[in-house]
């Protein structure tokens, strides 16, 4: 390991320590079929931190990333979120923890038949129970006003009434982005969110996305296989290979160029 | 290696059991025509009576048709509601019965197991059975229907809901909603395009099915047409014939135009 890079981690241990963990991994393990894709990961991040999560096809991103929501149920170790464990938590608490985390996808995952309007208002099911947050018609009319003032973040404050299959890709992830700024969350976790964009929209809604969260004092930890939206828009990039975190840097300083070498 | 070589057979060499099951299921086939009795002399001979038949049908006699239509609505009413109750009790039975959001595995088996007594047992059976416990008429004929269409609908929702992309599910799960929000906010309007398919094919069975149903006594255009044949009254019969023709045809064009607008 590079004296300069020593220096970094040093730095990210000091920070760590100084501010408060949002999300704590310990010694996270998934196998399917008998294959190990997680290994003893582990890793924190701080409140109000943009992680970005790089790693070739098949190095376990999408699954460590479910894990972390126990979306898919890990083998073993220990998850944190906001000093609670989501290991031991019931139904009704991981739904409790869930609320405060926002999930952006890359498939963006919109209810195809909806309006845009029903899509971002199921961001506040987080929070509220109400049966009058299904369709649109019913939600009561702040929480309507409320979506539209995200919609608008977005970019997209004219198409609430349109369906949501009748939206361009680029346009669908504002829509989901939206819908997790609707939920007021604190932390987001974002897998390859503009992965299935072409560059150029793919950079505005990145560019979008994370100035958002910023603006929010949103804590991000997000999946890329983009090294220039990692280093650009995260403060710590986290390498993951063969199951195992092996790299753990700061971003600033970091170039396209030498991470490239972590997927050889 | 030629490249000759490397071409595959055209058609794989059938394996000594496969032949065998084949042969078997070829004659098992021809002896099920002999076991059903099947005979085209006896057809040929039935022919010309079938043609006295027609004849003394037409021209269908109108003279009742005040009384047949009377008995249509209430054929197509008892298909409707039957219908309409048979949905509803389908969805959250569909929901149970499918693998993807069955709370365990025992409910899972038992909604199923339901699902498939409803079906498997005939409609002509579950009648017979409410028309012996309710009495004649409408109600027992619509009982029919709910319990045919559970069968039905039961089956083809549960399927429709476990075939259904899974990513909107994730999606607010992910944000902590509660399983009837996820249910309510991404299944159902996934899955509702199979919901409407299915519920209308529904109901133009249950229209074809409340036809029959009559015959045994549950009620309906059926009990008119049986009578109008045990009386020898063709004419008669054919204007009913004719009457539930036009009903099953309308009731296949309007649910063809509501799928076109729906779907």
């Known amino acids: ?264 | 290696m030629s490249s000759a070589e490397a071409v595959p057979a055209r058609f794989e060499r059938p394996s000594l059991v496969s032949l065998a099951f084949s042969i078997f299921v070829i004659w098992f086939i021809l002896y099920s025509l002999k076991g059903a009795g099947f005979s085209v002399s006896a057809f040929l001979e039935g022919l010309p009576r079938m043609g006295e038949l027609l004849d003394d049908m037409f021209p269908p006699d109108v003279s009742r048709i005040s009384s047949i239509w009377k008995a249509l609505l209430e054929t197509f009413q008892m298909a409707l509601a039957g219908t309409v109750l048979g949905v509803s009790l389908s969805l959250p039975l569909g929901v149970l019965a499918s693998r993807t959001q069955s709370p365990g595995k025992i409910t899972y088996t038992l909604a199923r197991l339901l699902v498939s007594f409803c079906r498997t047992v005939p409609n002509l059976v579950w009648a017979l059975f409410f028309v012996a416990t309710v009495g004649l008429g409408t109600f027992a004929g619509t009982l029919t229907i709910i319990v045919d269409t559970v069968g039905f609908c039961g089956r083809f929702f549960a399927e429709g809901i476990e075939e259904i992309d899974r990513g909107p599910e994730e999606a607010l799960k992910a944000i902590g909603a509660g399983p009837l929000a996820v249910l309510c906010c991404a299944v159902f309007p996934l899955a509702l395009p199979s919901f409407v398919n299915s519920a209308l094919f529904s109901l133009e069975k249950a229209v074809r099915s409340s036809v029959v149903l009559g015959l045994v006594g549950a009620g309906g255009i059926g009990v008119e047409l049986k009578v109008a044949m045990d009386m020898f009254r063709y004419s008669e019969a054919a204007t009913i014939i004719l009457s539930i023709f036009v009903l099953v045809i309308v009731v296949e064009r309007l649910s063809a135009a509501i799928r076109k607008q729906l779907l």
Request: charged letters at 25%.
């Open chain 1, 1 to 264: 390991m590079s004296a300069k890079v020593a220096l970094k981690q040093n730095h990210i241990q000091q920070h760590l320590a100084v501010k408060r963990a949002d999300l704590k991994v310990c010694n996270l393990k998934k196998s399917f079929s008998g294959k190990e894709i997680l290994r003893d990961v582990s890793f924190k991040i701080c409140s109000e931190e943009a992680v970005s999560l790089i790693g070739a096809n098949g190095s376990g991103k999408s699954t460590l990333i479910r894990c972390c929501l126990r979306l898919i149920e890990p083998d073993g170790g220990r998850l944190e979120f906001f000093g609670q464990d989501l290991m031991l938590a019931n139904q009704r608490g991981l739904r409790k923890i869930r609320s405060k985390v926002g999930f952006v996808s890359q498939k963006h995952n919109l209810v195809p038949r909806l309006s845009v309007l029903s899509n971002v208002l199921h961001g506040a099911l987080a929070y509220q129970r109400s049966p009058r947050l299904w369709f649109q018609g019913f939600a009561p009319s702040v929480l309507r006003e409320k979506a539209m003032h995200c919609l608008e973040l977005v970019g997209l404050q004219d198409f609430g009434s349109r369906r949501a299959d009748h939206l361009s890709g680029g346009q669908s992830q504002r829509v989901a982005i939206a819908r997790a700024l609707m939920q007021q969350p604190e932390f987001i976790i974002a897998d390859e969110p503009v992965a299935s964009l072409d560059p150029q929209a793919g950079d505005e809604v990145m560019e979008l996305f994370v100035s958002l969260v910023r603006k929010e004092k949103i804590t991000l930890l997000f999946s890329s296989h983009n090294l220039d939206h990692a280093i650009k828009y995260s403060d710590r990039i986290l390498g993951l290979r063969n199951g195992e975190i092996e790299i753990d840097t700061a971003s600033s300083g970091q170039s396209a160029f030498t991470l490239r070498g972590f997927y050889e």
